[in-house]
Every structure is written in C-alpha cells, then in structure tokens.
C-alpha cells in the first residue's frame, strides 16, 4: 500500500527542504517516490502544500480528499484548512504555532479560538507539539521544520534510514549540530 | 544512477544529454526554474531574455546557425513568443529547436488558464506532451531528434503538476552533437510572401504527412491493452491521474506525441474498446479531434473544462465514487492570501497614491505590485498583462477625459516588466501626448519568480557580471522631461508624496522611478538585520493608521498595536504614517 503524507504551512517556514531530506532518504531505500508542490506566491506569504506518495508503485503525485495517511501542519490554522484530506484514522502532527495571515493582521478577519480543542475533540491520532519553542530552547527557532521532520519519521516508522547523513546534504556544515539535535528531540517526543 | 527530480529539472537534463548548445528564456511560474537548472550546465549558453518574444528568436537564429537550441515560458509568455514562433514554424530549422510552454491548469499562479496545445495545432508544429519527469528527460531528447528530422520547430508541452512534481529520473551521459553547417538558404530563412507560399504547401505536403505517419508509429504515443470495456484516451498528467484510479483494469491510448493526433491508432484503438473516455485538461483538443473523424466517445460533457484533473474528479464523474469522507471541524479558517512583505519598498508609494483614491485610477502589471490592489491598500483598477500597465493606462486616460472625469491615470510597472514590454508603452505615451503618470517599481530583481536576474541588476543568469541598463537615462531618451521625473525613495514618505503631488498636477507624460531593492535579498536581509520599529505603548491612541499600510509586522491583538521585530526591516514607512508620533525606530544596519 502506498503511503500519502501533506504537508502544508506557510512560505518560508523551510516545508520545502524537509521534503527534500523526506524523498531522497525514501528513494534510497527503494520506494517509489513522488512528491508535488504547489508554491506559487508562498515566498509572499501565502499557503504552501507538499504532496509526498511513497510505495512500491506511484503514479499520480497528488493526494485527495480523506487521503493522507499522514498530515503534518506546521501552523495551526492550516492545520485546521487541510483536516478534510487527512483519511479517517490517520495521524495529524501540529506545530502549535500560530502565524496570522493579513486579512486577521489588518483587523477583517479573526483568528479563530479554539483549534486545538476542537482538533482534539474530532481527531483520534494528534500529535501537536510547540515546534518553534522546542527549537528555540536548542538554540535556532529556524530548526523548527527539523523538530517537525523527526516526529514524522517517528510516526511514519521510518526512523532505521539513515536520515542525519541527509540533513547534513542539504544544510550548511554550520548549522548541522543544532539541526541533528534538533531532529533526534523531534524523534524523542 | 537515478535521481529524484522535478519536471524542470528533468526537462534541463534532458536538454544537456540532448547535446543543446542555447537556451533562453523569460522567468515565469511555473517555467522558472528550466532555466535555472540549465544554467547550471557549463556546455550550454544559458540566458534570461528580456521577454519571450526574444528568447524564441535567440533559439531560433542559433538554430538555424546551427546549434541545438531551446526556448522555455509559461503559457502567457508564448502569446508574446507567437509572432517568431508561427513564422519560424515555416521556416524549419537547422539544429534542433525546442520550444517550451508551461501551462497551468487550475491558475496556481496564472491569469488564465489557456490550452496551448491549440498554439501547436495553429501553428503547425510537432508537440510532445509528457506525464513525468522521466519523460520530461526522454521526451527533451526525442523533441531534438524530432526537429531535425522532420524539419520543424517542437512545442514541449507541460503543466504545473508535471513542472513542479519529483519523481525518479535515470541519468545519461551528455551526447555531444556539435555546430551543423550554416548554408544561406534565403528560401527557407527569409520568410517574405513568395517564399512563405512555397514553404506552406511544402509544409502541408511533405512535413505534416510525414509528422502524421511518424504520431501513428512513434512509442510515444502507446496503446496498453488490457480489459477491453472501457478504453481511455489521455495525455500528460491525466495519464499518471487515470492510472491512479484505474490501474491495469481498463486500456488506455497514451498520447506522448500530440500534433499531429494519430488519426489511424486513434481509430484503432476507439475500435478494440466498447466504451470511450478521453481524459484530458482544459480545452476538448483530442476529444473535437476524434468527434470529428466520427469517433462516438465521451469527454467534456462529463469533465470540466476548467481546473485541474486528479484522481478524484475521475472518481466522481466516471464512477459516480463520493470522495473519501475524511474529517471536518466547525471552525472557519481565515484565508490567507498572498501579501508584500514587511519592509516590501512597494508599500510606501503606494500608500502615497491611496491618499489621493478618489482622484486617480490605477492600471496596473504582471508582478508582486499587482498585490497593492488587494486590501487595504487596495491600488489598483485593472491587471491585463505584461507591460499593460503602462499601455493600458493610456487608452483608460483617453477615455476618462472624453467622459469628462477629472481622474489622473498612474500605471504601475515592476522593473523587469519594463524592461519585457513596458518600454514600447512608455514610447507611446510619449508619442502620443498621454497625460499619464507611470510608476516604475525599481526593486533590482525579478522578484515575484523568486528572484531572477535582468537587465537592471548587473548580473547574468549563471551570476556573471553584466551591463546595467541606466533605467533614469532610458527614461528621458524616451523623452520625458527632466522636470516630469521623480526619483524617489520609496522608504521616503515625504518623497513619495511630493511625486505623486507632482504627477497629478502636471499635464504631460511624468514618470516616478522607485529605488529600493527587494526586502528579500539576501544582501538587504543582511544589511537590514538589526533594523526594526516598535510601538511606544504610552503614545499609542490605537488609530489603527498603521494598519492600513498592510504590513505583515504590525498587528493588533487584544487592543495593543505590536510589531513583529524577527519580521520587520526597519523600513519606517509606519513610523512615518503614525500621526501620533508612536512608533520609534531602532538598530543600525550592519556593515
């Protein structure tokens, strides 16, 4: 059976380097992989998507509606946006930060109370951490994607792939500590 | 060794093992990044064109000098490219030419959602259509084989889903194929009507039968069998799509080389099945082919014309499937639209332009400016195209004065869209006496796209040291006087305000450039780093004026104005608006 993770948060919160370390760590090991990202004006602060499908064979890159096996939000409001396409049963893990988008910034919208509550009232499977505090107490609030990166691999069962070789690959030596760190108190959670 | 790769990265590789000499290109989602990875190829001249129209006719005269040459856009850039490219298909080529169209069903990031497969059809030229990035790669280096075979420039049609997707691609060394000879041939390359007539019956006569022959024989195009109730005809990523849904339950007739259609495996394949689908994006361009050759088979009456195709949506309306349940929650999200950022230098002017709302229209362009006309700095009436918002301008100030309003008309334009077909507007309202006031957003990089160089930042794609076109110096050769022009800081709320004052006032053509870089390079980051603004809560009278600059950095939560210091650059825009004094300015720029 194939497996669909989402990910979806807000541009610049480094979604798109966790699904570089995801795919190339899942190719190695064999699986066929497909990942699409839907990035248009994200850099400008809008939505971002990621789409991963790993199994033995994947043809389409897109997941639909009640079909991720797993969704992992890095912020709470689009945690709450994408719940319908996660499948009944699957496993959400939230980062439990909360960035306002413009139209709550500037007074027309409001950002909703409750969230969290309501997610766990509906949701069997959460995991929800604050990713960004968790990385800032190792020292690099920017970590906060790798936090999120070691709790995926923990709940996807993947954690026996060598993954502190691949982060170092696409992050610059200076920073490979904290990032490593912060990816095994991620697993650890 | 296989790779994961996107779609653009495998249309790059493509072309390096293909042996391509020239590629050109203007950045455009989702297209940018073809270039971008080829410009990391060392064998291949790599450039960013000024517009498409250009990089069509750079690939076409290295093609016809002899080099394997490449084009690449999204599908907007093409209807600037269609002038070279509808001649240039009567002409043929010399070294193979590949021309590379990046549609966008579903509109990510896109003001229509044209099939440019259509472009293929009226122009007459070879198309491949791939489902993945392998045959991004495959099909790269079969549209070169294809073009100097049959003589005839290829269009490469992709869509988001395909540019922007990975999937696994095997590496090839690069094939080497060198210059060919260059013979003046004025025939073939110098398009006036006595040769153009000769070369279409050529075309009609001996290219397209050949082309026709080779779509019904060609691999690319692939007929799987297997249980025969149900037969599906389908290209690009519909293909991957039906699949998905389908497995090896139904046939399918993949279409990979898609003009011209192969009328005789078409028919072929409509007669093995009992039931015929055609699933394919936007326009009914196969489906209208096969109705007309009397092929009974079901199409657009039951899939949307508009959007994307996935899995679901063939679920639904093929097998009247619901989608999966999955969970809801009673809580509406708030949306979240795309917005310039904290410290963007678009946001100063354009709150200069909103103090005069009632007095102006604004017509506006192609770029992260075209944010300015959402709330609440709402600048803007109207967005058609690259370079229209100069052009545009003119006829809208034609006909407010014919209807006797007393309006000033602003056009806004970016940089690099000045560059890619402002100028010939700008030449216009010269010419033409327009009364218009045009704003050029000098940000010194293509920024919306995700930061290409162009002609005004100094540097080529491949980051080399390039001329700087002397954007103050074109504009007055142009002929706008000295006295029409303001260059402003956009930083500088006094500045911006006595220009805009300035262009209302004055009767004749006026142009305000804007300086200052984008927010978000990686220099500015750096310089700026320290810089930030905070409210002083004892001053403060919550007037919410600085809200409505429409900066990410400020919000008001609990009644207390705050700002965001990790997010804001010290632009002091805010500061400069507050009436009462209450925002305070802090950090130095670091060296």
Same mark, same amino acid.
């Given at each position: 059976?194939?497996?669909?993770?989402?990910?979806?948060?807000?541009?610049?919160?480094?979604?798109?380097?966790?699904?570089?370390?995801?795919?190339?760590?899942? !190719?190695?090991?064999?699986?066929?992989?497909?990942?699409?990202? =839907?990035?248009?004006?994200?850099?400008?602060?809008?939505?971002?998507?990621?789409?991963?499908?790993?199994?033995?064979?994947?043809?389409?890159?897109?997941?639909?509606?009640?079909?991720?096996?797993?969704?992992?939000?890095?912020?709470?409001?689009?945690?709450?946006?994408?719940?319908?396409?996660?499948?009944?049963?699957?496993? !959400?893990?939230?980062?439990?930060?909360?960035?306002?988008?413009?139209?709550?910034?500037?007074? !027309?919208?409001?950002?909703?109370?409750? =969230?969290?509550?309501?997610?766990?009232?509906?949701?069997?499977?959460?995991?929800?951490?604050?990713?960004?505090?968790?990385?800032?107490?190792?020292?690099?609030?920017?970590?906060?994607?790798?936090?999120?990166?070691?709790?995926?691999?923990?709940?996807?069962?993947?954690?026996?792939?060598?993954?502190?070789?691949?982060?170092?690959?696409?992050?610059?030596?200076?920073v490979h500590e904290v990032n490593v760190n912060a990816f095994e108190k991620g697993l650890s959670l | 060794m296989k790779k994961l790769m996107t779609g653009n990265e495998a249309i790059a590789r493509g072309a390096y093992e293909a042996g391509c000499l020239v590629a050109a290109a203007y950045p455009g989602t989702p297209s940018t990044e073809i270039l971008e990875n080829v410009s990391t190829y060392p064998e291949i001249y790599s450039e960013w064109s000024t517009n498409?129209?250009?990089?069509?006719?750079?690939?076409?005269?290295?093609?016809?000098?002899?080099?394997?040459?490449?084009?690449?856009?999204?599908?907007?850039?093409?209807?600037?490219?269609?002038?070279?490219?509808?001649?240039?298909?009567?002409?043929?080529?010399?070294?193979?030419?590949?021309?590379?169209?990046?549609?966008?069903?579903?509109?990510?990031?896109?003001?229509?959602?044209?099939?440019?497969?259509?472009?293929?059809?009226?122009?007459?030229?070879?198309?491949?259509?791939?489902?993945?990035?392998?045959?991004?790669?495959?099909?790269?280096?079969?549209?070169?084989? =294809?073009?100097?075979?049959?003589?005839?420039?290829?269009?490469?049609?992709?869509?988001?889903?395909?540019?922007?997707?990975?999937?696994?691609?095997?590496?090839?060394?690069?094939?080497?194929?060198?210059?060919?000879?260059?013979?003046?041939?004025?025939?073939?390359?110098?398009?006036?009507?006595?040769?153009?007539?000769?070369?279409?019956?050529?075309?009609?006569?001996?290219?397209?039968?050949?082309?026709?022959?080779?779509?019904?024989?060609?691999?690319?195009?692939?007929?799987?069998?297997n249980d025969r109730k149900i037969g599906i005809v389908t290209s690009g990523a519909s293909y991957v799509h039906a699949k998905e849904v389908f497995g090896d339950t139904v046939s399918y007739l993949k279409v990979g080389f898609s003009w011209p259609l192969p009328d005789q495996k078409m028919k072929e394949f409509t007669a093995g099945v009992e039931k015929v689908y055609v699933i394919e994006e936007n326009e009914p361009y196969m489906e209208n082919f096969m109705k007309?050759?009397?092929?009974?088979?079901?199409?657009?009456?039951?899939?949307?014309?508009?959007?994307?195709?996935?899995?679901?949506?063939?679920?639904?309306?093929?097998?009247?499937?619901?989608?999966?349940?999955?969970?809801?929650?009673?809580?509406?999200?708030?949306?979240?639209?795309?917005?310039?950022?904290?410290?963007?230098?678009?946001?100063?002017?354009?709150?200069?332009?909103?103090?005069?709302?009632?007095?102006?229209?604004?017509?506006?362009?192609?770029?992260?400016?075209?944010?300015?006309?959402?709330?609440?700095?709402?600048?803007?009436?109207?967005?058609?195209?690259?370079?229209?918002?100069?052009?545009?301008?003119?006829?809208?100030?034609?006909?407010?004065?014919?209807?006797?309003?007393?309006?000033?008309?602003?056009?806004?334009?970016?940089?690099?869209?000045?560059f890619h077909s402002g100028m010939t507007g700008l030449v216009d309202a010269v010419y033409n006496k327009s009364n218009m006031a045009v704003v050029i957003l000098d940000n010194r990089i293509t920024a919306m796209t995700g930061h290409q160089e162009n002609p005004g930042t100094g540097k080529s794609v491949s980051g080399v040291e390039s001329p700087q076109v002397d954007l103050i110096a074109l504009v007055k050769a142009i002929g706008i006087k000295e006295e029409n022009?303001?260059?402003?800081?956009?930083?500088?709320?006094?500045?911006?305000?006595?220009?805009?004052?300035?262009?209302?006032?004055?009767?004749?053509?006026?142009?305000?450039?804007?300086?200052?870089?984008?927010?978000?390079?990686?220099?500015?980051?750096?310089?700026?780093?320290?810089?930030?603004?905070?409210?002083?809560?004892?001053?403060?009278?919550?007037?919410?004026?600085?809200?409505?600059?429409?900066?990410?950095?400020?919000?008001?939560?609990?009644?207390?104005?705050?700002?965001?210091?990790?997010?804001?650059?010290?632009?002091?825009?805010?500061?400069?608006?507050?009436?009462?004094?209450?925002?305070?300015?802090?950090?130095?720029?670091?060296?």
């Open positions: 059976m194939n497996k669909r993770i989402l990910m979806v948060g807000v541009g610049g919160q480094g979604t798109i380097l966790v699904s570089k370390i995801l795919t190339e760590g899942l !190719l190695e090991e064999g699986y066929d992989v497909k990942m699409s990202e =839907i990035h248009g004006m994200a850099q400008r602060g809008g939505s971002v998507t990621t789409q991963i499908i790993f199994g033995d064979k994947v043809y389409s890159p897109t997941i639909n509606k009640g079909e991720a096996d797993i969704l992992v939000s890095f912020e709470k409001v689009e945690a709450l946006r994408y719940i319908p396409m996660l499948k009944k049963g699957g496993t !959400l893990i939230v980062n439990e930060e909360e960035i306002w988008p413009l139209p709550v910034l500037s007074g !027309l919208e409001e950002y909703p109370l409750g =969230i969290m509550e309501g997610i766990k009232d509906t949701l069997e499977n959460v995991i929800s951490v604050n990713a960004r505090e968790i990385a800032e107490e190792l020292g690099e609030p920017r970590s906060a994607n790798i936090v999120m990166f070691g709790l995926m691999v923990k709940a996807l069962g993947l954690d026996k792939i060598d993954w502190i070789s691949k982060i170092k690959k696409f992050l610059p030596p200076k | 498409e129209k250009v990089a069509v006719e750079v690939a076409a005269g290295a093609s016809i000098a002899g080099a394997r040459s490449m084009a690449a856009m999204k599908h907007v850039g093409l209807n600037v490219a269609a002038d070279p490219l509808f001649s240039f298909a009567y002409e043929g080529v010399n070294g193979g030419c590949v021309i590379i169209t990046a549609d966008e069903p579903g509109m990510h990031s896109s003001q229509t959602e044209q099939d440019n497969r259509l472009y293929a059809q009226a122009a007459k030229i070879a198309m491949v259509e791939p489902s993945d990035s392998q045959e991004c790669k495959d099909f790269m280096k079969a549209a070169f084989d =294809i073009s100097e075979k049959f003589d005839t420039v290829v269009l490469f049609k992709v869509t988001t889903r395909i540019c922007h997707s990975k999937g696994a691609v095997e590496l090839l060394d690069r094939e080497e194929v060198g210059i060919k000879e260059y013979t003046k041939n004025i025939k073939k390359y110098i398009m006036v009507p006595a040769h153009s007539r000769v070369k279409h019956i050529e075309m009609e006569t001996e290219r397209i039968p050949a082309l026709r022959e080779f779509s019904n024989t060609t691999e690319m195009n692939r007929i799987e069998w007309a050759m009397g092929i009974e088979c079901t199409g657009k009456e039951i899939f949307s014309v508009c959007g994307e195709i996935s899995p679901q949506i063939i679920r639904e309306v093929m097998l009247g499937e619901k989608p999966e349940e999955g969970y809801s929650l009673d809580i509406t999200a708030p949306n979240r639209p795309p917005a310039l950022c904290a410290g963007c230098p678009h946001r100063g002017i354009f709150y200069a332009m909103g103090k005069h709302k009632n007095k102006i229209n604004v017509t506006t362009d192609i770029g992260c400016y075209t944010l300015g006309a959402m709330a609440p700095l709402n600048i803007g009436d109207t967005s058609i195209c690259m370079g229209a918002g100069i052009s545009a301008g003119i006829g809208f100030d034609k006909a407010n004065r014919m209807a006797g309003r007393d309006k000033k008309v602003f056009g806004v334009v970016g940089d690099s869209t000045f022009l303001r260059v402003v800081d956009p930083y500088d709320m006094e500045a911006n305000y006595e220009a805009v004052k300035a262009a209302i006032a004055t009767d004749e053509p006026f142009v305000i450039i804007t300086k200052q870089p984008c927010a978000l390079l990686k220099d500015v980051q750096k310089r700026r780093a320290n810089l930030y603004c905070q409210v002083n809560q004892e001053l403060c009278r919550k007037c919410k004026t600085c809200l409505r600059i429409g900066c990410p950095a400020i919000s008001m939560k609990d009644n207390v104005v705050s700002m965001d210091i990790t997010m804001c650059n010290g632009c002091q825009v805010c500061l400069q608006v507050c009436p009462f004094h209450a925002i305070e300015a802090f950090g130095e720029e670091v060296k």
